[in-house]
């Protein structure tokens, strides 16, 4: 209701207005109760045949229309005028689409015109004036600081268009108002005297945001033919760049300064037309010695003897233009008071003139005696360390060399020890054999006179003989298993449980025992030895059962996890299948776990499970074969669990 743009709100079904504010009455020259409710080209007959197809088009299409600087005559006052507006019809839609409502904006646009008439009347004085100007221009007059002219350069420093010219600059230019330049103007209408300033920080908005600019400006008072005062004539320059250049200059000295001072960094100039020397407080103190001016030469004896011819000669050498003007030293001097030293990092850098002459040499120096102590000190460590390195390497050499020879004598012995195993338990089965044999015969001859005790003895001999029997074959296929990495093929597990069963199918139908498995994997390996693997592990299961129990053999495949394999003391950078071997038999402690996989070891007499204590050792050599590892740590009273790991085919 006080937007200073005129607004009616229209229905869009039948144009009767709905809302209107003071700026639309004022301008349409009728009251309130004239326009609300009423169809909008009644109250507005006049421009009906001008604008009703421009309404209709609206409401069809949904589109906006604009109209600028119409005019039109309206009884204000009970005079007739005339204005110019400008005005839109803009369509309100619902969330269909659905233009429901029209707003008529509208918009007094008179005294632009007006001015905008009267500068085409004046467009030859403007133009000489102002847009020849190679700098910003503008004119104010009266009380109000109405702003008659500007070039587009002063505009431009407004951020504004020529819309604002022939109105108050404090209106137009809002922001101005802040500003001391409105009492700067009366001051020059008052007193006649021309104002000037340099510099001047001014806020202007610039595509709606604050643009800060600095201006060298000046008011000169404009007089009439009677001699009296109307306006002033200002001309601006744009020094933005300027300040803040220069701002950045020192700014970047003061930083130099703090970064110097940082950095505990004494200064020193050269004078080279008088070969005056100038310190900073820092070298003054350093050197127990002011130079003021005086003959750098004067400095060298503080300079250590060692360093003093070097320090000259690099200093005349910088000073010749050949050199680039370059100067980098490291020297030590000595405190004239106290006599003490300190190793210091000089840098310099000489200014020549336009022939090539030198001016001076500015420079920097950096007390580094700390930091020189350091690095020799951690020289020396790193000298005393390589030489400790090389001992050491020495040694390890020697000690490489060790186990190298005692590597290849455990080869021998594992050479030596596999045949031995496998040539004793082959020629132990000759003498057994004949055991077995003339025990045979030995039988069948004094079989009429044996009695009870003398036919138990018998027994006791064939069994221990079946015993040794066996003991010799698992000994033989223990010692023979074979690691040929290129015998490694694809193995599918499935096959391989389904054939282990194939051969207890008559121990299995006996015991009624229940033997499933879940989603086995292929592997890459031996096919030989995972049957043998399946065939112990399934045979284990099916000896070690529970009286009136029926056995349950589950075999299960899934992916081993990080901790396990972690645990298991495995290859992290590798992945591996676990196949699970469980059962409903009678188990074993959680102490005992470790133990069953080492050779001839039983954790029952041979009177309640008969056995050699080889088929589990017998497993983990298998596994071992094909990089991997059994476990039976999850075993427990209520049955076993051995959790064979093997490697993915990574």
Not at 452 to 474: H, P, T, V
Not at 557 to 581: C, D, P, W
Request: one cysteine or more; proline letters at 3%; hydrophobic letters at 40%.
């Amino acid at each position: 209701m006080n937007a200073p743009v005129g607004i009616c709100v229209l229905d869009a079904q039948n144009l009767a207005a709905e809302i209107v504010n003071d700026s639309f009455t004022e301008l349409a020259g009728k009251s309130r109760e004239a326009i609300i409710g009423n169809f909008y080209w009644d109250t507005f007959p006049e421009v009906r045949h001008s604008y009703e197809a421009a309404m209709a088009g609206v409401l069809a299409g949904g589109q906006p229309y604009r109209a600028s600087e119409s005019e039109r005559t309206v009884i204000r006052n009970g005079k007739e005028q005339t204005i110019y507006i400008s005005f839109v019809y803009n369509p309100l839609k619902d969330s269909t689409g659905k233009v429901k409502k029209v707003a008529v904006w509208v918009m007094d646009t008179t005294l632009q015109v007006l001015q905008r008439q009267k500068a085409e009347e004046n467009e030859q004085f403007a133009r000489s004036i102002f847009y020849n100007s190679p700098v910003a221009k503008l004119v104010y007059t009266g009380p109000e600081m109405v702003l008659r002219e500007a070039n587009e350069k002063m505009l431009e420093i407004f951020g504004r268009d020529a819309s604002i010219i022939g109105r108050p600059i404090m209106e137009a230019v809002p922001e101005l108002r802040q500003t001391h330049l409105f009492q700067a103007y009366h001051r020059v209408l008052s007193t006649g005297e021309i104002h000037t300033e340099s510099a001047a920080r001014i806020m202007f908005l610039k595509n709606g945001s604050p643009y800060y600019g600095y201006y060298d400006y000046t008011y000169k008072p404009l007089c009439d033919m009677k001699g009296e005062i109307y306006g002033v004539i200002c001309t601006a320059i744009d020094v933005t760049e300027e300040v803040i250049a220069r701002s950045r200059l020192q700014e970047a000295e003061q930083n130099m300064r703090i970064a110097v001072e940082l950095a505990q960094l004494g200064t020193w100039s050269i004078d080279v037309a008088s070969n005056g020397l100038t310190y900073s407080d820092r070298l003054i103190e350093w050197f127990g010695y002011d130079p003021a001016a005086r003959d750098y030469n004067e400095v060298i004896p503080i300079i250590a003897n060692e360093d003093r011819e070097r320090v000259a000669e690099a200093v005349a050498w910088a000073l010749d233009p050949q050199s680039g003007g370059l100067y980098d030293q490291t020297y030590t001097v000595i405190h004239r008071v106290t006599e003490k030293k300190r190793i210091l990092h000089a840098q310099g850098k000489t200014v020549f003139d336009s022939l090539g002459s030198p001016l001076r040499m500015n420079g920097t120096a950096q007390d580094i005696t700390i930091q020189t102590e350091l690095q020799m000190e951690l020289e020396n460590q790193l000298q005393q360390r390589t030489e400790e390195i090389q001992a050491a390497m020495e040694e390890l050499r020697a000690i490489n060399e060790e186990l190298e020879q005692t590597n290849l004598q455990l080869t021998h012995s594992n050479l030596e020890l596999g045949q031995f195993a496998y040539i004793a338990s082959h020629d132990l089965q000759e003498p057994l054999r004949k055991i077995s044999t003339f025990l045979e015969r030995l039988q069948s001859r004094i079989r009429e006179n044996l009695d009870e005790k003398s036919q138990a003895y018998i027994d006791k001999i064939n069994d221990a003989a079946d015993r040794m029997g066996r003991l010799i074959r698992d000994l033989l296929a223990y010692s023979a298993l074979p690691k040929d990495e290129t015998a490694f093929v694809p193995v599918n597990l499935e096959d391989t449980a389904r054939e282990a069963l194939e051969d207890y199918d008559v121990l299995i139908e006996r015991t009624g025992a229940a033997v499933t498995w879940d989603a086995l994997p292929v592997i890459k390996g031996i096919p030989l030895q995972m049957s043998q693997l399946f065939f112990n592990l399934i045979g284990n299961a099916l000896k070690f059962i529970r009286p009136d129990v029926q056995p349950k053999i589950h075999i299960l495949g899934t992916a081993a996890t990080v901790q396990e394999i972690q645990s298991m003391h495995l290859n992290e950078r590798l992945s591996y299948h676990k196949i699970r071997f469980t059962d409903n038999g009678i188990g074993m402690k959680t102490e005992d776990t470790h133990k069953i996989f080492n050779i001839f070891q039983k954790l029952h007499s041979k009177s309640e499970f008969a056995g050699t204590g080889i088929g589990l050792a017998m497993c983990r050599k298998i596994v071992q074969n094909h990089h991997g590892e059994i476990d039976a740590g999850r075993s427990s009273d209520n049955g076993a669990v051995f959790d064979v790991y093997l490697p993915k085919d990574n």
